[in-house]
């Protein structure tokens, strides 16, 4: 296959993205509910995510960790969700939720429509040949989600980073592997980037950015596997940002969003 960036994801990136995810969803689906640092993302996640009306999650993969019964409406996108058969849509999607095949990159969403945007373990698989290319197709996937938001929505993505020494490795290793294995164990190459990079370019868009340090349990997911948590330096971090006319209008907004406002409508959409 060729290996030329595609869209800004290489094709092999997209590619093994999609065999991966659609063959590993009932073991990646487990892991999430057994492994106790997506236990503490799922009651993290389901708190923010309460009493949205209209929630638009990117790079679902057919996994919610969150409680989905406290949305109105989700839309879920993903690279592969048109090729999943009915049962298996059945099994992992909830009745409130509407799937969608698409790209992170080129959102098939109108602009300003969706009261929140979700990105839950997205961005370090976006990758490209090298860490730059990698990196602005983070950048453009956070400028498509901040599109599609709602002036006054909430952007929140949950994202595996990494201190700045180890992405130093990191980056000639990208290199490498997307020349040579194309992936780990046909688990997809990843880029996880340092917290601050994300943080950084939120801060173009809004002044009113939040960024939390979630707490590892004692396992992570690391290329499929289980593994303890101190053989990686990587973390868990949330960012919050808000799409808003003026700071006094952000500021009350992030404590009413942490105060989870209620349900403005409840939609059921058949999936
Ligand atoms: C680690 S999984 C995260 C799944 C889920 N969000 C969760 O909470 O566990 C990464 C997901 O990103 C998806 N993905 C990769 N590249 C994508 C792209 N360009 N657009 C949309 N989804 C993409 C993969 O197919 C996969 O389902």
């Known amino acids: 296959m060729n290996n030329e960036p595609h869209n800004g994801q290489s094709e092999v990136s997209v590619a093994s993205n999609v065999s991966y995810f659609l063959e590993h969803l009932s073991e990646y689906h487990d892991s999430v509910r057994d492994i106790d640092t997506y ?17 638009l999650d990117i790079g679902n993969g057919g996994v919610f960790d969150y409680d989905t019964s406290r949305v109105g409406s989700i839309t879920a996108i993903d690279l592969f969700l048109g090729e999943l058969p009915p049962d298996v849509v059945a099994k992992y999607f909830p009745q409130n939720c509407r799937l969608i095949q698409g790209s992170a990159l080129a959102l098939p969403e109108g602009d300003g429509k969706f009261d929140m945007v979700l990105m839950v373990m997205l961005i370090h698989h976006l990758t490209s040949t090298d860490w730059r290319s990698s990196w602005d197709n983070a950048r453009l996937a956070l ?13 929140l993505i949950v994202e595996s980073c990494v201190p700045w020494w180890f992405f130093r ?103």
Do not use: Y
Not at 143 to 151: G, I, Q, S, T, Y
Not at 243 to 251: E, G, W, Y
């Open 169 to 271: 490795f990191e980056k000639p290793a990208l290199w490498l592997l997307s020349r040579s294995i194309k992936s780990v164990f046909s688990h997809p190459v990843t880029l996880q980037f340092p917290a601050s990079m994300i943080k950084a370019e939120l801060e173009k868009k809004t002044d009113k950015v939040k960024m939390t340090e979630i707490p590892k349990g004692k396992f992570v997911l690391q290329f499929g596997f289980k593994v303890p948590s101190f053989l990686t330096p990587a973390m868990p971090f949330a960012f919050e940002a808000i799409k808003f006319a003026s700071n006094a209008v952000a500021t009350s907004q992030f404590s009413a969003a942490s105060s989870a406002p209620p349900v403005q409508s409840r939609r059921r959409v058949r999936c």
């Open 39 to 55: 236990k503490t993302l799922h009651q993290f996640i389901s708190n923010e995510v309460a009493g949205v009306s209209e929630l």
């Open 143 to 155: 400028d498509e989600a901040w599109r599609v938001l709602k002036p006054g929505g909430r952007l």
